[in-house]
Structure formats: structure tokens, C-alpha cells
């Protein structure tokens, strides 16, 4: 029998939609529940006809077919062209920056707990001494007996952490691991409940990146850039447009030429210019994760404070709520 991964509360939804008087509803996750949901649109169907609905009044249900890379890419805007009265988002937490034009209702899309799951917490408990806990929203109901932090967008932030506590991440991915790690100075072990996986993030991993991101800032050193693009995304939750305003005052300041760029998706194809570098004042992650994939060198916005101001003391960037207008 396959395991089914993934609570997507069809009851709740079904009632929300009912509640609502939502007529047309456009469901959105990320890759890796979209044909998740693709099933959970014919349970939802189901449900009305087994409490009779006519076919005529049962709501038109779309997926977003385009990426969606968190609650940070809600796609409100997107899909206002088809006037939809309600927009189900699976897989992410509300972020408190993201003020959407049409209703949303945020499904967790909680990770259903086994027997395996339960085994390896309880190991790496007592392996790690009642480790701090940090998790995505998904993971957060099998972990409530231990009191997790939950990550909300790209921030690594901890509360009521002892710095005498071992750290231990319960999800899949390793930017937060590393982050937490840089950010707190210590090593965190990592647990992926859906491979099984139990790692770490060392202190020599950390010097690696680290080295790797001063590398790029000291090549603009050697090889003061003749113009920068300084790129802005359009998605709700990464417009860091209080970023994108203070990079290109860096700029004028220090008479370096510029080209500013506002896109939605940021991606080799969109980036042709002829600059030196670009400043992603968008999610860091597209710097961290994806540099390899550019031909030319992608930096933070932090990074290039640093690269103005000579400042060698690596800060990693972090999108935070006042980033935004």
C-alpha cells in the first residue's frame, strides 16, 4: 500500500469553499504537490456530488501550472485575469509581508507521521541531548512534543536558544541548515524524513561557502565592475524594493554605472546584459543555491555592501519584513 505523504485537509477546504461562496478557486503548490493536488481536485468534486450538488453550481477548480517557490510567490496577480473568488495555497505558512488581492487559504500540508519518523526522533534525542528543533510548516504537527521553531521564508531565526543547545533540522534541503549554521556558529545536524537521511552541516562547510562568496567580492576587487545590473523580482515576497532603492543609491554614491532590472522569474535566460555582475535584491537563494548556473557573477545585496564599503566580515542576506515598502 503507497503512503500517502501529505494531509492536504481536503474536508477543510471542501468547507472553506462551501463557506465562501467561491465559484472559481485556482489551487497552488509547489513541484512537488502539484500532482497531489491534481487528486485532490477529483476528491474535492466528489465531495460536492456526495452532498448533491448540481453539477452547474460545483466550483471551477484550477491549478497554477508555473513554479511556485513559496508563500513568497503567491500567485494572486497572475491568475487576477480569470477573477477567481479564492485562491488555495498548499504547502506554505501566511507570510506577514505578502497581502494578497484575492482570499487565500493557506493549507500546511503536514507531513503524515510513521512508525520510522517517530524511531529516528527518539535516536536523535538522546544522540543530541534535547536538541533545539528547527522545521518547516509541514513537518511542524508530528513535532509538537518537542517544541519546534519554524522557519517562515528565508530567514534563520531561533527562539529561546541556549547556545549550550545542539541544534537539529527536521526537513529536506540544506540552505536553513546553513544558515543556522554560519548565522549561530555551530554544527547542525540535519534529519530528511523523506529520504531517511541523517547529516550535518560542519564547520569546514561553512569556511568552504564562506570562501567561495568572499571569492566573488574580492573579484570585484581586482576587477572594479564597469556597470552592475541590479536585479528586483516582482513576487509578493521577494519585491525587496527598500533593497533594490538603497543598492542603487550604493551606486550613485560611489559612481559605479548601473543598470536596474524588474522581472518576475530570475533565471540565466532573463539576465543578457552586458554588466560586469548583478546584485539580486530578490531571494538570496538564487545567489546561494543557483550561482553556478550563471554566466556571470550573481552577489546579495549584502554582499555588495560589503564589496563598497571593504568590509570582509561575511554577513549572510536574510529577507526581512521591513525590506519591503
Known sequence: MVKIMWNLETERV????????????????PEGLKRSVDLEISKLRQKFEE?????????KMII????????????DRDVSLLNPDLIVHYGHEELSYVKSEIPVIYVHSY???DEDFEKNMEKLQKELNNPTIVSTIQFKKCLDEYNPNIILGCRAVINNWNNEDSILYVGTGRFHPLMMAYKFKKT???YNPLSREISEITESEIKKLIKIRIGKITKLMIHPPQKIGIVLSTKKGQC?????????????????????????????????YKVDAYVICA???IVLDDYTNYDKTLITAREFE?????????????VMEYDFI
Open 51 to 59: 452532498n448533491n450538488t448540481p453539477q452547474e453550481q460545483i466550483p
Open 64 to 75: 497554477w501550472g508555473e513554479s511556485c517557490f513559496g508563500a513568497c510567490d503567491l500567485c
Open 111 to 113: 507531513y503524515n507521521i
Open 306 to 318: 560589503m564589496y563598497v564599503k571593504e568590509d570582509f566580515e561575511y554577513v549572510f542576506d536574510e
Open 188 to 190: 547542525v545536524k540535519i
Open 14 to 29: 471542501y468547507n472553506y469553499i462551501c463557506t465562501s461562496k467561491a465559484k472559481k478557486v485556482i489551487l497552488q503548490a
Open 240 to 272: 525587496r524594493t527598500k533593497v533594490f532603492d538603497r543598492m542603487i543609491e550604493l551606486c550613485e554614491k560611489n559612481n559605479i554605472k548601473y543598470v536596474p532590472i524588474v522581472l518576475n522569474n530570475i533565471s540565466p535566460s532573463n539576465l543578457i
Open 283 to 285: 531571494c538570496p537563494r
